[in-house]
């Protein structure tokens, strides 16, 4: 199953989560065992049953919330309607829009859980109350923060605007709808790149930058590709996903772009799916985008080691 966090743009770092449920942990257990042995050609459908179990299992906990729905959407909350009646119209936004950019059809109505403070939402994960997610993807289900619960400001069109605008709704509908459409198949740099950039496209919004972000060395993508989350510096980790994804789109066009995920969705591995859609290697890939963003940066760049914080 695959988890990412809608970090606060205040503070993005990120942790993967320790499940406490223990359906979590067999579905954890279930995955690493089709990951290992089961053959490429299985693994999307083994996946995405897998994945419509947990989808299942987080409707059953919260069937007795109060709930909201229309033709695409379930959003359950506890506590104030009108937040949850924003977060599902500021999803409708740009729900379609999503939808086209992927060619993505949802066969189901998407849970929305909306929960009223941070420490609800953690827990929900047994995460540490100090995790400042402010919306997470996991099992077919996106759960995320009430408005007013990060938003400090009495006016409602004041909050309106700040959650259309700078929310986690277009983030985490990106990711799942790649995960839909590649049935689970792709790396975490991946998808959290894809996501900054449908967000970036549809709102303008994009994480605080840092002009020395760059300064200290790129991670391999090797690297983001096993452990993206304990990586030391996070902001730069998201920075350099979205990096590599605006490359692409530069170079090969969105169609690249697709052309990738339409290779992932047929249960081709990264690299391969790379190659196929672009005619170059990862190595290849990775050489050729850092020599575009020195250009763009108009600065040389080098590279971290495996063992560097």
């Not at 906990?61 to 729905?69: F, K």
């Not at 077919?140 to 990060?150: F, Y």
């Not at 983001?224 to 979205?242: G, I, K």
Request: hydrophobic share 40%; proline share 5%; net charge negative.
């Amino acid at each position: 199953m695959k988890l990412f966090n809608y970090l606060a743009p205040a503070s993005p770092a990120s942790h993967m989560a320790k499940p406490v449920y223990f359906v979590l942990a067999v579905l954890f257990m279930v995955s690493t065992f089709i990951l290992i042995r089961v053959p490429e050609s299985a693994k999307g459908y083994i996946y995405s049953v897998f994945r419509e179990i947990a989808r299942a299992q987080m409707l059953l906990r919260t069937h007795g919330w109060q709930h909201t729905e229309d033709q695409y959407l379930i959003i359950r909350y506890q506590g104030d309607r009108e937040e949850a009646e924003l977060v599902q119209e500021t999803t409708r936004l740009s729900f379609q829009r999503i939808c086209d950019d992927f060619s993505f059809s949802p066969e189901q109505k998407i849970p929305i859980i909306v929960y009223p403070s941070r420490e609800d939402l953690n827990a929900s994960f047994g995460w540490p109350a100090s995790e400042n997610a402010m919306g997470v993807y996991w099992g077919g289900v996106i759960r995320v923060l009430a408005p007013q619960a990060w938003i400090n400001d009495s006016d409602p069109e004041a909050v309106r605007h700040i959650f259309q605008q700078s929310g986690p709704m277009v983030h985490e509908m990106t990711h799942l709808v790649l995960d839909y459409v590649a049935r689970g198949n792709y790396p975490r740099w991946f998808t959290e790149g894809l996501a900054q950039y449908e967000e970036y496209k549809i709102t303008s919004f994009m994480f605080g930058q840092q002009e020395e972000i760059w300064d200290f060395g790129l991670y391999p993508l090797k690297r983001m590709d096993r452990n993206f989350d304990s990586l030391p510096d996070q902001t730069l980790a998201y920075r350099q996903s979205l990096s590599a994804v605006e490359y692409i789109v530069a170079v090969y066009g969105e169609d690249g772009l697709h052309r990738i995920i339409n290779n992932l969705a047929q249960g081709r591995n990264f690299n391969d799916s790379m190659l196929k859609a672009l005619g170059t290697a990862p190595e290849q890939f990775e050489n050729q985008w850092h020599t575009w963003l020195s250009g763009e940066l108009h600065q040389p760049l080098y590279i971290k080691r495996e063992d560097q914080a």
